[in-house]
């Protein structure tokens, strides 16, 4: 439509009074857009920036399970080795014990053992018997048998009192230590026709109910400090006591040769004296030193010898079985071995542990949220 030239005027004077009178609101409005667009350009920065953390968030939360599986594997791998830590060392403790036990018992085992054998070969256990020994015994096995009333050999018969008076006694009784004891001489000479017809040897029997027997001088039990009638120095059963006194007779056992001497010579006795060594002072005065040929020393042993070797026997099976023992466990390289493998896996999990800092995480996404909200007034 048209204006007629009046209403054109008109309206130019209208427009600018109120160009006049709305400035202010003008100037407000344009400073509004202006602000309308910062806030948009800012509200597409941040809607990207969003977008930007939302996707951090998302990668942070994935990385914070992870590490969080992470934390707990690690942790219970601590666990498991430190119960694998503790189990090792007390291993290692209880085997360390354990064979301090066996050393222990392998030393007193041994100290046994040693003082076996000792006895053994002071006892002659050690040397072979000679031929005619073991023919003797089995000769003496088979009377024993076959003729009721044989008692024995003189050596099997008795024994010193005391271990020191062996030598001794053993030169007493001289040859007649291997002498059968027998109840009569009709068994006797029973005994040595057997023998004869068996071609077994000879034996000397010592019948009881025959045999002369010299009684004891009862003064020499008491004659002299350190001397002692044989007889009196040896154990026996009564039933044989006139074959002991017939193989000792009034023969005496003298602590030193001073003893034998002062005896034989200061006081003039014809008695037969011998020394703990086994030096003799006859009755003639002659003296016959060193040891004795028909040492027995072995013979008083050989009532304990088989005691003696089950002992043995017994002490090398106990050495046998603790032997076996230590052989059964671990060594100590081993399980020092394993302890430090232990300790070192566990070294690297806690190290492992240290360098993720998995707790610092979660801060990390409560800033995120909290930048992912706008300010308030601000187009959500």
Known sequence: MALGEESLTEYRKLKAAASVLAVDERQSLETLTRELKTVTRTLGQLKE?????????????????????????????????????????????????????????????????????????????????????????????????????????????????????????????????DAIVVDTEKIAIDCIEYMRNQRVGQATFIPLDTIQAKPINDKFRSFAKGARLAVDVIQFEPTVERAMHHACGNALVCDTMEVARYVCYEKGQEVKAVTLEGTIIHKSGLITGGKSTHNSGKKWDEKDVQGLTRTKDGLMTQLRDLAKQKSRGQTDENLIAEISRIESATTLAKDDLVRHPFISRLPSLTVLERVQTPPDGYPR
């Not at 694998?84 to 060392?89: F, I, V």
């Not at 023919?135 to 020191?164: H, I």
């Open 49 to 177: 920036k969003q977008t930007g953390l939302e996707e951090n968030r998302e990668s942070r939360t994935a990385d914070l399970e992870a590490q969080s599986a992470r934390k707990a594997e690690l942790d219970e791998k601590i666990a498991t080795l430190q119960v694998e830590l503790t189990k090792a060392r007390q291993d290692l403790d209880n085997q360390q014990s354990e064979r301090t036990r066996i050393r222990q018992l392998e030393a007193q085992a041994n100290e046994q053992l040693q003082n076996v054998y000792a006895q053994l070969l002071q006892a002659g256990v050690d040397k072979h018997e000679s031929e005619r020994e073991t023919k003797l015994k089995e000769t003496l096995a088979n009377l024993q048998r076959l003729f009721p009333g044989v008692r024995g050999r003189v050596v099997d018969l008795c024994k010193p009192a005391q271990r020191k008076y062996e030598t001794a006694v053993s030169v007493v009784l001289g040859w007649n230590i």
